[in-house]
């Protein structure tokens, strides 16, 4: 890749709609795999074991996970600061709400309510699992009595009504972050199709709005099983 | 031997251009970075200009009073451009479009220019093409044509109702790439305010720029007119807001002539005035007569109950319309010539018969061709300019007629330039629309633009170098002489003595003024009571003026007052030459009418005997009588006739 | 027809500005918001004031020099049209509106409602342009192209430069003027030569002149007074993409 592209406004662009990319597959199998903790403990546990030990997901996906996330932040909040000083006199008058959707206008604060649900999310499940595999050196996932120790944690985060309050709120946010963004990353990478766009942005909303409730579904069933 | 020399080169009418290019002199590749040239002006012709010397090795200075190059009133053109490609296959040739143009402009304009603007057309084509000019097209990928007024092919190449604006925007970026070679260094909001002879050679211009208000000096080997048409004398027209004559009649007044002023051609069919408010009138394509039919109320209970708003048109009975045109000239209909149309418009309207509130309005009506071809068809055709008719006005052409009038619409007078461009002051260049070069005494439609490219691309940049090849030895122009400096006054003190009127009135007082008056005895038709009527009333509206007019604001800053002040003074001379030479033409020719002149029909008659030749005006001082100098027009080519549409 | 009007006021680039109060009365709805203020600027010259400058031109919606930014939106309130096009029906009498210039930082104003917008300009020249000089092109009909492309083409060449675009996005961001350009060429094979380098220089430009990057709002082609697609925008960003990694320029 030739010099500057990082640096140009359409490269940064386009590695943004990467790292989106990326975040969207992401949370696809983060959905489904949770999605088994109101189906199945066993099968549950059974996939978080197996993604939990996994050294090609353990070493090498999640750090680009983590890594996408960590990007997606810094390019986020940096495009946004260089935004900001594009217009240093702003409209008396203003009707953005008239050419544009409050979604698309407002991604750095969804996307700010999606990275404090994650730092929630990271006190709640990833610290402690880290804690235990690599600081307790422990990679067996079982639990005291033996039996595998993933659904039990998880059932436990959903106990407090507000950190469920907390979560369903931010998966709200979560969604209004992807009903812009879902479509945006195409639109960042170039593809934008007489045919095949206005299909992407129907899948778009289907995803922005089923896996969020998805994952609110999934909060309440363990919330109200208690 | 009189300054009108046009030096059109001997030999057959074919070969005189090869023939010119063959023995002209020529400027060495390595000394042409010695050369400056200015061109006023970035429309078509000053664009395409500006690019051709810039690629040529020259340095060019280009100024224009628009923020962007790309914003010059060429853009607005719709129509099309012509071209003798023949690509239909349907007989044409380089001598059909050099006749059709000749007679097109009543047999006033000199063949071998326009010999010359038939055979060049087929290039301008190929160079705004390879520009990416999306000209439309054939299925088969080929370029599409389609006919216009005045000629019996299919020779208009067009990008949908936009083509001035895409032609101009490639000879924008053919500028663009030389500005970014270095080439051409751009002024804009620069307005030229006067020409600075040396030595009886123009070597520079004076201008203001409009930001700072500062008046600059800028000195070159030529300098070059590009600054289009001064149809605004009219206040009223198609033009842009700002479209002025500055440029040309400050040349004038330093020694150029001024050929044909009284040729200003009137369109047909704008969107009527519609209040005092009015700033502008907009064109509406001459293809709508195809379809729509031209009436008024025959009865004038009709039109007053129309204008009161107690009648509608569609509630008139078919008996009780007169559709004027198809009455008087049943061959043509309502497919008449500009010329004859707008004057049959405006017989109606001055008998009474106007039928909007103003009076000032007949009838486009399309009810009988929707009938006839569906809502589909007509929408298929029209329906860009329907909707932007109804934006305008309010109205769907669908429910009730469309309302037209005649505007004023292009300039076919100008600068007196010879075969070269050159005008009569050595080093003094005029192209496209500012001179009066290849139209005659009438323009066909899409014939401005190929004229335009013509002259930017071709004419100039091959004619200049006869000239420019003496000046290799002169070095760059100091601005600190003597003549700059008294320019540079000249300028300042007519700035200083506009802000110390202090009057009561507003500069548009006067220019709407002077425009009623232009349009009512200087204006479609003419007669020698009214122009002699005219010249005095345009004396007293200018004396008014200087004694009278408000300049508000400060003259070191952005000051929009002032630029309108500077330009109406200047059309408040012009007005009178252009009605000196409507007085002194007692011939009808083209877009000129005299009563005088006329046949037992009321239509145009020339008088080949006496007034076949173009007028070029010599300046003699302030409020003196100008000087006429005759350039004899002779036809060998082509045979004289008479025009008829009955 | 009465309006209130608070217009955006200041002398020059490095003044300070302010929005005042102005009244005009018995307007038309026929007469168009152009020729409001002019009847307004005729009121400002009875009264021995400085007149408010406001860019225009052609009147006719074509040449993109008009601007103002009428009741929070580019051109006004009504769509797919440019100030000069803009008729005072459109409003309610007696209404109050809103007058400003267009507002970035590569805008900067002149005076009043004028702003300076040749950084455009300057993009154009950084590679808005195909190199044929005059006389070298080949014969017109040599070079088929299909009469979907042309069209297409002629869509996004229809951009007047207006500006408005920037003044809506919410970035100030200039990718659909840019995209225009770089998708007329893209679409015509005279343009292909060239691509790579155009949409490297062009978006370098645009860059430096310190306009915002797109975040997708899709402002901009609801603004737009040609109704210039965003679908531009996306084949921008796929040529850059192209031009990075593929082209060897
Ligand atoms: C509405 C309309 C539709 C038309 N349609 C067609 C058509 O379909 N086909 C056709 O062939 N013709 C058409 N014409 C005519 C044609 O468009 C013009 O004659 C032609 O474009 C003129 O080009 P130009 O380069 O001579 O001047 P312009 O394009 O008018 O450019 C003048 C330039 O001079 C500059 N300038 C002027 N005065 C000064 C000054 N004092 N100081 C500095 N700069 C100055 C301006 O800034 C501008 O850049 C139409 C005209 C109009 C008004
Ligand atoms: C960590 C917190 C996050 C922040 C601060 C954030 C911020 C942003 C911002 C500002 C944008 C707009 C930038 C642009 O379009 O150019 C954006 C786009 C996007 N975000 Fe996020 N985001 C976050 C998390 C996420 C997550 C978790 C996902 C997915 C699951 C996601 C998916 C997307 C997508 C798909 C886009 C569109 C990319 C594009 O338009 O090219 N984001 N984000
Ligand atoms: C009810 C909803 C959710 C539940 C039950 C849930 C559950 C979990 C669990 C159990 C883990 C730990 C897995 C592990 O590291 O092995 C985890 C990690 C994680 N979750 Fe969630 N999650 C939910 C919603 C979300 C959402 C909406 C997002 C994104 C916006 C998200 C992002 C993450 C991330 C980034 C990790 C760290 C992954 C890693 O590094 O392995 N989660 N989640
Ligand atoms: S893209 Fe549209 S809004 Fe932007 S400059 Fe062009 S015409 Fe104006
Ligand atoms: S409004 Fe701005 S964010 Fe992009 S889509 Fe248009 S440039
Ligand atoms: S003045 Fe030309 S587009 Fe509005």
């Known amino acids: 890749m030739s010099q500057g592209f990082s640096k140009s406004s359409i490269g940064r662009k386009i590695l943004m709609a990467l790292s989106g990319f990326f975040l969207l597959l992401f949370l696809f199998q983060h959905f489904i795999i949770n999605l088994l903790s109101i189906i199945s403990a066993d099968a549950f546990n059974e996939v978080s074991l197996f993604m939990g030990t996994n050294p090609v997901i353990q070493f090498v996906i999640q750090p680009i996970l983590l890594f996408a996330v960590v990007f997606h932040l810094i390019m986020g909040i940096t495009l946004e600061l260089k935004n900001k000083s594009t217009r240093p006199i702003q409209y008396a008058m203003n009707k953005p709400s008239e050419n544009s959707s409050w979604m698309s206008r407002n991604m750095v604060i969804t996307g700010i309510m999606v990275l404090l649900f994650l730092g929630l999310h990271f006190y709640d499940f990833w610290i402690p699992e880290i804690k235990t595999k690599f600081i307790e050196a422990d990679m067996s996932g079982l639990n005291e009595s033996g039996g595998l120790r993933f659904h039990e944690e998880l059932v436990q985060k959903f106990i407090d009504p507000i950190r469920v309050g907390l979560y369903i709120l931010s998966f709200v946010f979560l969604s209004l972050h992807l009903l812009h963004g879902f479509q945006s990353a195409f639109q960042s990478v170039g593809f934008n199709h007489r045919k095949y766009t206005p299909i992407i942005k129907k899948l778009g909303n289907l995803y922005a709005i089923i896996i969020p409730l998805g994952f609110i579904i999934i909060a309440l069933v363990h919330f109200f099983n208690h | ?646 | 027809m009465d309006f209130t009007l608070k217009i955006w006021r200041q002398e020059n680039a490095n003044a300070q500005g302010s929005m005042n109060e102005y009244k005009v009365s018995n307007i038309s709805s026929d007469t168009s918001f152009l020729e409001m203020l002019d009847s307004l600027n005729q009121q400002l010259v009875e009264k021995g004031e400085d007149v408010i400058s406001f860019d225009n031109d052609c009147r006719e919606g074509v040449c993109g020099t008009c601007s103002l930014y009428i009741n929070g939106e580019a051109h006004g309130p009504k769509k797919l049209v440019t100030t000069c096009q803009l008729y005072m029906r459109s409003f309610t009498d007696g209404q109050t509106i809103y007058v400003e210039p267009f507002r970035a930082n590569a805008f900067p104003v002149v005076k009043d409602l004028m702003v300076d917008r040749s950084a455009l300009d300057r993009i154009q020249q950084a590679g808005g342009y195909t190199s044929f000089n005059t006389g070298s092109a080949p014969e017109a009909n040599a070079m088929p192209i299909a009469k979907e492309d042309a069209a297409a083409a002629f869509d996004a060449a229809e951009c007047i430069g207006c500006g408005a675009c920037v003044a809506t996005c919410k970035n100030a961001s200039a990718m659909l003027y840019v995209s225009a350009k770089v998708s007329q060429f893209a679409y015509l094979p005279q343009g292909k030569v060239e691509a790579s380098e155009r949409v490297q220089n062009m978006v370098a430009q645009m860059d430096k002149e310190g306009f915002g990057n797109c975040t997708n709002t899709g402002a901009c082609e609801v603004e737009c007074p040609k109704g210039i697609s965003i679908k531009n925008i996306a084949r921008m960003n796929k040529e850059y993409f192209a031009a990075k990694t593929v082209s060897e320029k």
């Open chain 2, 1 to 646: 031997m009189s300054k009108l020399d046009s030096k059109t080169p001997e030999g057959p009418l074919k070969d005189k251009w090869t023939t010119y290019k063959s023995h002209s002199n020529l400027v060495n590749p390595s000394n042409r970075r010695k050369l400056d040239v200015i061109i006023v002006g970035t429309g078509l012709a000053g664009a395409a200009a500006a690019a051709t010397l810039g690629e040529a090795g020259y340095n060019v200075k280009a100024f224009y009073f628009q923020d962007s190059p790309r914003r010059a009133h060429s853009i607005a053109a719709q129509g099309g451009i012509n071209a003798s490609k023949n690509y239909q296959n349907d007989n044409d040739s380089d001598y059909r479009l050099f006749y059709d143009t000749i007679k097109g402009g009543d047999y006033r304009a000199r063949e071998a220019n326009v010999y010359r603007l038939a055979e060049l057309s087929g290039n301008i084509i190929d160079q705004c093409v390879a520009q990416g000019v999306p000209f439309a097209r054939e299925y088969g990928g080929t370029l599409a044509n389609r006919s216009f007024g005045g000629a019996q092919v299919s020779r208009t190449f067009y990008a949908s109702g936009a083509t001035g604006q895409q032609l101009l925007l490639g000879a924008y970026s053919s500028m663009n790439r030389q500005i970014k070679a270095g080439k051409v260094k751009s002024y804009n909001r620069h307005e030229m305010i006067d020409v600075v002879i040396v030595d009886g050679k123009a070597r520079g211009i004076i201008a203001r720029d409009l930001v700072t208000g500062k008046i600059e000096r800028f000195g070159a080997h030529a300098v070059v007119l590009a600054t289009g048409g001064y149809g605004n004398v009219y206040y009223l027209s198609t033009n842009a807001m700002a479209c002025n004559a500055t440029a040309a009649w400050k040349t004038y007044k330093k020694g150029a002539y001024f050929a044909n002023p009284c040729y200003c051609q009137i369109h047909p069919t704008c969107i009527p005035v519609s209040g005092e408010l009015q700033s502008k009138l907009t064109l509406m394509s001459e293809s709508l007569r195809n379809d729509g039919r031209i009436w008024v109320p025959k009865n004038i209970e009709d039109v007053k109950a129309i204008r009161e708003g107690k009648l509608k048109p569609t509630q008139i009975s078919e008996e009780n319309r007169d559709y004027y045109l198809e009455r008087r000239y049943p061959a043509f209909g309502n497919l008449v010539p500009r010329d004859v149309a707008s004057r049959a418009a405006k017989e109606r309207c001055d008998a009474g018969y106007g039928v909007n509130k103003t009076g000032y309005a007949v009838y486009l009506d399309f009810q009988e061709a929707i009938n006839r071809l569906g809502d589909k068809t007509i929408k298929e055709r029209y329906g860009n300019l329907f909707d932007m008719y109804e934006n305008i006005t309010g109205d769907n052409p669908f429910v009730t007629p469309m309302m037209i009038y005649p505007a004023s619409h292009y300039s076919m007078g100008g600068i007196w330039v010879d075969y070269e461009t050159m005008t009569t002051i050595p080093g003094l260049y005029a192209i496209g629309e500012a001179n009066f070069s290849d139209h005659g005494a009438n323009r066909l439609g899409a014939s401005s633009l190929m004229q335009c490219l013509n002259d930017g691309y071709f004419v100039l940049p091959a004619t200049i170098p006869n000239y420019l090849a003496n000046d290799i030895h002169t070095g760059p122009i100091n601005t600190n002489s003597p003549e700059f400096e008294k320019a540079e006054n000249e300028s300042t003190a007519l700035i200083n003595k506009l802000f110390a009127v202090k009057g009561t009135k507003s500069v548009d007082y006067f220019h709407k003024k002077l425009g009623l008056l232009m349009w009512d005895k200087v204006g479609l038709s003419r007669n020698e009571k009214g122009l002699n009527e005219a010249i005095a009333e345009i004396k007293s509206i200018r004396e008014d003026f200087w004694k009278d007019v408000k300049v508000t604001g400060k003259p070191n800053q952005m000051n929009n007052e002032l630029e309108k002040a500077i330009r109406v003074a200047d059309f408040l001379e012009l007005a009178e030459l252009i009605a000196i030479d409507a007085l002194s033409r007692k011939e009808s020719c083209g877009a000129h009418f005299r009563e005088e002149s006329q046949t037992e029909e009321n239509e145009a008659k020339r008088n080949d005997d006496e007034y076949r030749y173009v007028a070029a005006w010599e300046y003699t001082g302030n409020g003196n009588q100008p000087n006429l100098h005759k350039e004899e027009l002779t036809f060998n080519a082509i045979e004289l006739k008479q025009r008829n549409y009955k």
